[in-house]
């Protein structure tokens, strides 16, 4: 981003980013550089739209005093909010674009920014992530600890490390940039050919390889310390709170992990189109599937959303507005 304000807010005049060198106007990008994806655009417009709708209750019981004071409901909320924001880009967004088949100079400026964001937002919730599973670690493992950097205030003050970090890979990294043409977001504009490893944003790079592993290794950490501690608890509550806590790491684990691993393969080396296709659909994953195991998986968010939605037909039914 800090590329854009260099340059006055013009595109054109960032080095390497000149959509004028080939084609005169957006529209002869759109047509000569763009491939129309109507279906999976809308396909992808409908499901961002699904998974807001279903994340934005959650938020809400996550809000609650009696949630919201515990440490990992802040975390839980934060990162919440966060994919709430990347869906909007990653799907929203995307699907927008595959409609359109649109280019990155088709909307430089409009992509440049939404780019930028979806990449501070996936940094932000990969760290986001990393905090949470040493959040659950601390509270189950070594409780005096978690009241040591956790407690009052000093949750937030943690979550302020993120924000940070979101906003540097906002601001001071290159930006991903949609292509229809491979059905996703690149580093490289493909404006000019042979020059994609001038725009690779080795900071993103980074972030993938260590960030979302480690928090894969935590996680998988995690649940075996919480299996080896219900081991001799045969109580079917317990063994009913070890299969969802570890079916919730897997799958949360599992997507980021794919999505972290295709996006950096393929923005260095060419890869089959439905390689793409499934990195994609892992980064929407890692955003939208958290909305889902909050709602199936998580008994408080659960029976708070259920008693949400309940007490608000009832109101609806008691007070009708008349006109």
């Known amino acids: 981003m800090e590329w854009l304000l260099a340059a006055g807010g013009d595109v054109n005049a960032i080095y390497n980013f000149n959509c004028t060198d080939k084609y005169a106007t957006p529209e002869e990008w759109t047509k000569n550089e763009g491939t129309p994806r109507p279906i999976l655009g809308y396909i992808d417009l409908i499901y961002g739209l699904v998974i807001m709708v279903l994340y934005i209750p959650c938020l809400l019981v996550m809000l609650k005093k009696e949630n919201i004071r515990l440490s990992c409901f802040k975390i839980m909320f934060l990162l919440g909010f966060v994919d709430l924001c990347a869906i909007g880009v990653n799907s929203v967004s995307n699907g927008i674009f595959l409609v359109e088949g649109a280019v990155y100079c088709s909307h430089p400026t409009l992509i440049f920014v939404v780019g930028a964001f979806g990449l501070g937002l996936w940094c932000a919730a990969c760290l986001i992530c990393l905090i949470l599973v040493l959040n659950r670690i601390l509270d189950i493992l070594f ?161 708070g959303v259920s008693k949400f939605f309940f007490c608000f037909k009832v109101r609806v039914v008691q007070d009708p507005v008349t006109y």
Request: aromatic share 18%; net charge positive.
């Open 143 to 303: 409780p005096t600890l978690v009241k040591k950097y956790f407690s009052g205030s000093r949750t937030l003050l943690v979550l302020m490390v993120p924000v940070i970090y979101g906003v540097y890979f906002t601001m001071l990294t290159p930006p991903l940039l949609f292509t229809s043409k491979y059905q996703a977001w690149f580093f490289d504009p493909f404006i000019y050919e042979n020059k994609t490893l001038e725009y690779q944003n080795y900071p993103h790079t980074a972030n993938n390889l260590f960030i979302v592993v480690a928090t894969c290794m935590l996680y998988g950490y995690f649940c075996a310390a919480i299996s080896k501690q219900f081991r001799k608890r045969l109580e079917s509550t317990n063994k009913k709170s070890h299969t969802q806590i570890f079916l919730q790491s897997t799958l949360i684990c599992l997507v980021n992990f794919i999505a972290a691993m295709i996006y950096v393969y393929m923005q260095f080396f060419p890869v089959a189109d439905f390689v793409i296709v499934i990195g994609h659909i892992s980064w929407q994953l890692g955003h939208g599937c958290p909305a889902f195991i909050y709602l199936f998986m998580n008994t408080t968010i659960r029976s």
